[in-house]
């Protein structure tokens, strides 16, 4: 559980895991802020589930790859809220692509929100959190990020860079009380993986020894206990919640 008045901010929670996050933290007691970039209506409905459980909920719109934009969104939350306890970097895009056809562009878009992003808000959040001596962060990386795939050198090489930013940050903020974990989902039921076609997802399915996908809400639980009050002896660490894919 998380104690009651603890605020959090999700980044990239307009929906999917972003939004399980979002409503398992504030089911866990937390009031929540959550960023998104575009969807509006998508926001507003993730806003209306926390709400639903009887959080405070506040919507910010920006792009967590621009430092203009996570200055104000934070500056907005400590308007909004007086204070951050807990953030989740979740926010992440793909443009994938094999190598030898990959633009410079399509690199440089998903380092720069996938793993620039993560750095930006991580970088504001710790103030409040220093001062508090108290915060929990948690980076969503993925298996990719582990194992490497074909067609997303891009997207690997930024949630693998989450992970080393993870472990780093942890060492430097273990003595603030501050931990700072990542959770390296598998393939999750979404509306991506509902478009594979049928051999891709037998192919996935076949290297996932429980044999099938993630459910988000299983991301989520995973952390909302990383950033809940019991797991405070923990940090620096990848969890990887992808139904024993990359296990060894």
């Known amino acids: 559980m998380i104690e009651s008045g603890r605020v959090a901010l999700v980044t990239g929670g307009g ?3 972003g939004r399980a996050v979002a409503v398992k933290l504030a089911e866990a007691g937390a009031d929540v802020a959550v960023t998104y970039r575009s ?30 934009d996570v200055e104000r969104i934070f500056a907005s939350v400590k308007d909004s809220f007086g204070r951050l306890d807990i953030l989740v970097n979740n926010a992440g895009i793909t443009r994938d692509n094999l190598l030898m056809r990959m633009k410079e562009r399509e690199f440089d878009e998903v380092i720069e929100t996938n793993l620039k992003g993560a ?5 504001a959040a710790i103030r409040p959190m220093i001062r508090a001596r108290w915060g929990r962060i948690v980076n969503i990386t993925s298996v990719v990020g582990i194992s490497g795939n074909a067609g997303q050198a891009n997207y690997a090489a930024s949630k693998a ?28 039921e979404t509306e991506l993986t509902a478009s594979l076609p049928d051999d891709v997802k037998e192919q996935i399915l076949a290297q996932t020894p429980l044999g099938r996908f993630a459910h ?3 991301v989520a ?7 809940g009050e019991e797991a405070g002896y923990i940090t620096g660490q990848t969890l990887a919640v992808d139904g024993g894919m990359t296990m060894q």
Do not use: M, W
């Open 15 to 17: 929906r999917g895991i």
């Open 39 to 68: 969807n509006d209506a998508e926001a507003e409905k993730t806003a209306a589930a926390v709400r639903k459980q009887g959080r405070k909920c506040e919507l910010y719109k920006g792009d967590v790859a621009s430092a203009e």
């Open 119 to 123: 750095y930006l808000c991580t970088k």
């Open 161 to 188: 860079g989450v992970i080393g930013l993870t472990k780093s940050v942890a060492r430097e903020l273990a003595n603030r009380n501050i931990t700072v974990n990542a959770v390296a989902p598998g393939y999750v």
């Open 216 to 218: 988000a809400e299983e």
């Open 221 to 227: 639980a995973s952390v909302a206990f990383l950033c």
